[in-house]
């Protein structure tokens, strides 16, 4: 079959093919994205180096952190101790595990192999004030670049610093200084700096949980107990004022050069037989329960009252002298005269004793021949006359005394 000239024409057209300058295009669109991709893979795993470190530089100042609070209360917690040694003190990890501020577990060495060692120190500025200071360095391990320096320094809760080129501790963005020589410390460039300053350890005494040895302004809990000390048999020396509810000892309570002060209507009391003195009123010191007071030595007064019976075991001894005759008051007063005989004021007058016969008579006698027998009136009666009519014959009259 013989097609027309134009379809005939058209099939017999030789094929049409893209050139080599147009495959060449297709290459360099594809390298172009090969380089981008490679570009931005790089910059990703710069970036996600960049993430790695910054983690571990974050680990790092945590861990740095968590050692330093720890020595920090070790030493708010072991003042006196700390002071009562040789100085420098040096607090380790181990030390701080062994004593219970870290737990157990606690690593002690860093992501950089570096441990930790704090150098304790007294503060010879503060004049008669024992108060501390301290710095803590990492040793050991492998160096941290500048970069990690400057970045764990900067998260460090508190004074967080590095160790530079000079072998110096310096704070983050130049904010302290200090020699680790001064610490007993020898710190290397490359490692991490934490400063303890007294006012730094002041603040952690004053949240230790122990009383705080000096006026902690607007915080008096911090000078509050909230329990019972037991003292384990020890003294409390130069105390100036003790104020309490009550007072229990079991030996005596002395006073040096006071006195045994008591207030309202009390006083000493013998709380075994209920006795004891106090006061309630002006003028009178009382004893508790009406005990009566015993001595066998001398009771002492201006005047002395009884009301009821005056009773003497041996003798009453007058020493008031009157004179008999003379005046006296209130009638019913007792004395002596110089002799020794008794006087009583009667009616406003001195008078001796004297006694008034009365009408009661007594007689007896002895008849004839009795001899010498002697005679005696009754008890109560006074003899007032005697008759003796002969030689062994006598009688004699009584009266009795009114």
Known sequence: MKLPYAASEVLNKPPVHRTNKQRGFVSIEILGALVIVTLAAL?????????????????????????????????????????????????????????????????????????YVTGVVKNNANAGKSKLQALTCSVSGSSISYQGLRSISSQIQGLGGYVDERNMASGAYGGWTSNPNDFGLQCQSGHIAIA????????????SDRLYRFKAANRPELN??????????????????????????????????????????????????????YMSDQDWIRSLNN???YTGGQLKGGTVRADGRLSTGEFLQLEGVAVENTACSPNGLVGRNAAGLTLSCQSGVWKGAS????????QTGIGPGGGWTPMDCPPGYVMTGMTAPMEDYKYIRCKKLQ
């Open 291 to 293: 005990k009566g007071i």
């Open 43 to 115: 910059y990703g795993a710069e970036k996600y180096s960049e993430y790695l470190n910054e983690k571990e530089w974050a680990v790092a100042a945590q861990h740095a952190t968590t050692f330093n609070e720890a020595a920090q209360s070790y030493i708010a917690d072991k003042t006196s101790d700390i002071l009562n040694k040789p100085l420098p003190y040096l607090i380790t990890p181990a030390l701080l595990i062994r004593e219970g501020y870290l737990r157990k577990g606690f690593s002690e060495k860093n992501s950089f192999g570096q441990s």
């Open 224 to 277: 509050r107990m909230y329990t019972a000390i037991d003292m384990g048999g020890n003294d409390v020396n130069n105390a100036n004022g003790v104020n309490a509810k009550s007072v229990t000892a079991q030996g005596d309570i002395k006073s040096q050069d006071g006195w045994l002060v008591t207030q309202s209507n009390k006083g000493w009391l013998n709380s075994t037989y209920g006795g004891g003195l």
């Open 355 to 362: 006694a008034s016969l009365g009408v009661d008579t007594f």
């Open 196 to 207: 303890l300053s007294s006012e730094v350890l002041g603040s952690v005494l004053q949240e």
